[in-house]
């Protein structure tokens, strides 16, 4: 079956201007993930979902970052203002519960010039 | 608190030789740890886990780790590398029963093989 789907692949953009990232889990999984990858450093934890609801919210760098599940589903994580340090490739996970083994997708490079 | 130590950076092995990738652990928990792999442009795959129950834990492609809680160590070993082995590393860790949204991740190893 299918597996986790990000889009874009890759995505060039100003600084200061807005992006959008957008995940598509695995068919009923319920609970879903965002990690960033920057380079050298392992996976830095943002934001997690169960269904649409994010219980925990501390792990976004800045208030420019955000994210939204809607229909228990799609996953769309938005970065305002962009800065040069956001660069950084963004990985989503999901899985059938927050226990179960995660599915990774196979992420989104970003770079802000 | 927790946190996870992948002791190298980058291990290049010859084809047919062992592989070694090591980390150590630090949990205030009975922790639960893993090994994914990251292959180019792939997404992470999840090659093993340890929750408690045998303290050498085989996964898939032939590797395995052995969890020592008086090292506080979780190396992962391969008795014979292939060229398919060459990727990213990844040493994780949460406490024993929590949820996903507590994992850590290691910074990485990039294992190379040499024809």
């Known amino acids: 079956g299918a597996g986790v789907s990000q889009s874009p692949s890759n995505k060039v953009t100003e600084k200061g201007k807005d992006v959008e990232l957008r995940c598509d889990p695995i068919s009923g999984h319920t609970a879903l993930y965002w990690y960033r990858q920057s380079l050298g450093q392992g996976l830095e934890f943002l934001i997690y979902?169960?269904?649409?609801?994010?219980?925990?919210k501390s792990g976004l760098p800045s208030d420019r970052f955000s994210a939204e599940r809607t229909g228990g589903s799609v996953s769309t994580l938005t970065i305002q203002r962009t800065q040069q340090e956001d660069s950084a490739v963004y990985l989503c996970?999901?899985?059938?519960?927050?226990?179960?083994?995660?599915?990774f997708g196979p992420g989104t490079r970003l770079t802000v010039t | 608190a927790q946190s996870v130590t992948q002791l190298d950076s980058h291990v290049s092995v010859s084809e047919g030789t062992p592989v070694l990738l090591r980390c150590n652990y630090s949990s205030s928990y009975s922790p639960s740890l893993f090994w994914y792999v990251q292959h180019p442009n792939k997404g992470l795959q999840l090659l093993l886990k340890?929750?408690?129950?045998?303290?050498l834990v085989k996964g898939i492609n032939g590797f395995e780790a052995e969890f020592k809680k008086s090292e506080t160590s979780f190396h992962l070993t391969k008795p014979s590398a292939h060229m398919s082995d060459a990727a990213e590393y990844f040493c994780?860790?949460?406490?024993?029963?929590?949820?996903?949204?507590?994992?850590?991740f290691g910074t990485g190893t990039r294992l190379t093989i040499i024809p």
């Open positions: 340890y929750t408690s129950a045998a303290t």
């Open positions: 996970a999901s899985s059938l519960g927050v226990v179960g083994e995660q599915y």
């Open positions: 994780v860790v949460t406490a024993y029963n929590f949820g996903n949204e507590k994992l850590t």
């Open positions: 979902f169960q269904g649409n609801s994010a219980p925990d």
